[in-house]
């Protein structure tokens, strides 16, 4: 095989091209081409026979890649020159104009470059917004923080089929930016048109109810906290927003349970100051006894929570120079930097060990970092050197740091049956801001603001303990821990749920015998459904035990609601509030859904929580009109009565 001769070839071509040979002279270009692909001198000689012979494409081929190749070299003057003899070529082509402007960047030439940009994106956003949003992004690049310019790439990249995930991140982006300038009330605006894609996206609801808020537009900001409430219930946000705008309307006292539930989220979430806060404001708009106990417990716990080791009378410097070290790092610690506290307190430990003092503040460094297992195993030292009130106070301190919430170490409540006396009782509802009463149920008789697994706001609540921290001297024999005595008599047993559940009503199943032995099986019927006359004798007949062992032997929500039956004679509330939880959660059409809503119905009634009751007899009727008809019929009429 011959050697290919690189300088004969070129000679050949220039011969061709001085005699006007033009054919011959590409064909002479081409071989050089094929022997060195990158050669940007001959592809662009090639490029400009093409463009001579009138072979269009083939020179806008050409002049592609040798500004491609110009621009892999980081030689973008030379890519600029390219590009603008393309551009002659075809004057109306966006990726060109795109290519350009990118060139002109890279070289200074920002003006010309964003004339150029926004030229290309205007002539691709119809047919190709994919790209025009890759356009804008470059833009961008030179036009940082145009928030307008963002806005239309997030729009751009909605209108492309399968970059809808990046338009949502965009419009994200958008909003924290906005976020940052201060522009909050434009916030919402975004949202809006971010929840075009993520219509429930509980997040995005509740910055456009912030929004809305701002522009005191109340009615919209209810709306979208009550969607957003349906995708995350206990949102403290969402709960915030509610009473901020509850507190804006003409009944600001409707803000009052939403501000107690809030109160409950926030202690939850280890925000115990925010907690006492949000009790405070509700009790702005009306205090009673449960409240009042509430509040004490919320003050307690807060006080609780900042107790620190180095407060205890064992933990006091012996000397000046103890004293020195021990308060330097307890002042860094408190002002967040404990990154400087840990080394100096170590090393001072390491003078002196046992010191009482430097083990109190190494402690709550660990426990300021998070590790609380280091943070316990310190503590633990302390406790041969504590007695009386100083021990009661570091067992506390080591409950908090085992992660329990401070006002559960405060005395439990004692729970009883809901009374009329409610935080808020179902009629007193105020006027509603929504056409379908949405906003409505943020207040009016969903017991979710109010009383479900608070231990704060039981209306029999028993007087919180006094937890040693506020008054240190507190006699010794005082236990802080003791469980208070119950003052509510055990419920009896009625065996009368399902026959009177509206009052002393007659009816249900008539059995004269009793259940000494279920038989699971034969409580379920050949489809995987329960037998329902079965277990409604059980419940009947008050045999619990036996129908919560036949429940068990149910599938999906046929076992969840026979379950909840079987539990509801004992505690009422929390049986309601897991088959709730259940219903809620389940998808339409799931099994068993019908039997689970016609149980949460007699649940809720059961609670005096009727109006609760009649939206889920609503959802009963509309999804499943076919479900116990006549007995849903029952219900209706009764349910009517009592809410009219």
């Known amino acids: 095989m011959a050697t290919f001769d690189k300088q004969k070839t070129e000679r050949e071509a220039l011969h061709y091209l001085s005699k006007g040979a033009f054919d011959r002279a590409q064909e002479a270009y081409a071989k050089l081409l094929r022997h060195d692909p990158r050669d940007r001198r001959v592809r662009q000689k090639l ?205 600001p006292k409707r803000a009052r349970p939403v501000l107690v539930k809030l109160g409950v989220a926030l202690g939850r979430a280890g925000d115990h100051a925010g907690r006492l806060a949000a009790l405070e404001r509700a009790a702005l708009h009306g205090q009673d006894t449960s409240l009042t106990q509430a509040l004490d417990k919320a003050r307690s716990a807060l006080e609780l929570a900042n107790f620190r080791l180095w407060e205890l009378g064992a933990a006091e410097p012996g000397s000046e120079a103890i004293l020195r070290v021990a308060v330097r790092a307890q002042v860094l610690l408190e002002y967040g930097l404990g990154e400087r506290a840990r080394p100096e307190i170590e090393a001072a430990r390491a003078a002196a060990p046992d010191e009482p003092a430097y083990l109190a503040v190494a402690a709550e460094c660990l426990a300021a970092e998070g590790d609380a297992a280091g943070a316990l195993g310190l503590a633990r030292q302390l406790q041969d050197l504590c007695s009386g009130n100083d021990a009661r106070r570091l067992t506390l301190r080591l409950a908090v740091l085992e992660g329990e919430d401070p006002a559960s170490l405060l005395g439990e409540d004692v729970e009883d049956e809901p009374t009329s006396d409610e935080l808020l009782d179902d009629e007193d509802t105020g006027d509603e801001f929504t056409d379908d009463g949405s906003v409505d149920d943020l207040v009016d008789d969903d017991d979710d603001l109010i009383d479900d697994d608070d231990d704060l706001l039981d209306d029999d609540s028993v007087a919180p303990q006094d937890d040693g921290l506020v008054d240190d001297d507190l006699d010794d024999d005082d236990d802080f821990l003791k469980e208070p005595e119950p003052t509510v008599p055990v419920k009896q047993r009625s065996g009368k749920l399902f026959d009177d559940i509206f009052g002393d009503g007659e009816g249900g199943v008539d059995m004269g015998a009793t259940f000494a032995e279920v038989d699971p099986d034969s409580f379920r019927h050949p489809s995987g459904k329960a037998d329902v006359a079965r277990l409604e004798a059980l419940a009947a007949l008050g045999a619990f035990a036996e129908l919560e062992d036949a429940a068990r032997a149910l599938d999906g929500l046929w076992r969840e609601a026979w379950r909840a039956v079987a539990a509801a004679d004992d ?7 897991d088959l709730r939880d259940e219903v809620d959660d389940a998808p339409p059409g799931a099994a068993g859904l019908g039997e689970a809503l016609y149980v949460l119905i007699l649940l809720a009634a059961r609670r005096g929580k009727h109006r609760v009751a009649s939206r889920y007899l609503e959802r009963l009727q509309k999804d499943m009109p076919e479900h116990r008809s006549q007995q849903v019929g029952e219900l209706a009429e009764a349910l009517s009565g009592l809410t009219s």
Do not use: W
């Open 571 to 577: 505690d009422l509330r929390n049986a309601f509030r």
């Open 47 to 251: 490029a400009e026979l093409y463009l001579k012979t009138g072979r269009k494409a083939d020179a806008e081929k050409q002049f592609r890649e040798v500004a491609k190749l110009h621009a892999s070299d980081g030689n973008f003057r030379a890519e600029v020159a390219v590009l603008k003899q393309l551009q002659r070529l075809i004057p109306q082509d966006a990726e060109v104009m795109g290519m350009l402007a990118g060139a002109h960047h890279a070289t200074g030439l920002d003006k010309e470059a964003v004339r150029l940009y926004e030229q290309a994106i205007n002539l691709l956003a119809q047919r190709e917004p994919g790209k025009a949003a890759d356009l804008c992004r470059d833009l961008l690049k030179i036009q940082t923080g145009d928030v307008v310019l963002a806005i239309k790439r997030a729009e751009l990249l909605a209108r492309t089929k399968k970059r809808k995930g990046e338009a949502y991140e965009a419009y994200r982006a958008v909003m924290d930016d906005l976020r940052r300038k201060g522009r909050a009330d434009e916030v919402g605006r975004v949202a809006a048109m971010a929840l075009d894609l993520k219509p429930d996206d509980a997040s995005l609801r509740l910055d456009a109810a912030e929004a809305a808020l701002g522009q005191g537009d109340i009615k919209a900001a209810l709306a979208h906290v009550q969607v957003a409430r349906e995708e995350a219930p206990g949102d403290p946000r969402a709960l915030r927003l509610a009473a901020d705008a509850l507190e804006r309307t003409d009944d």
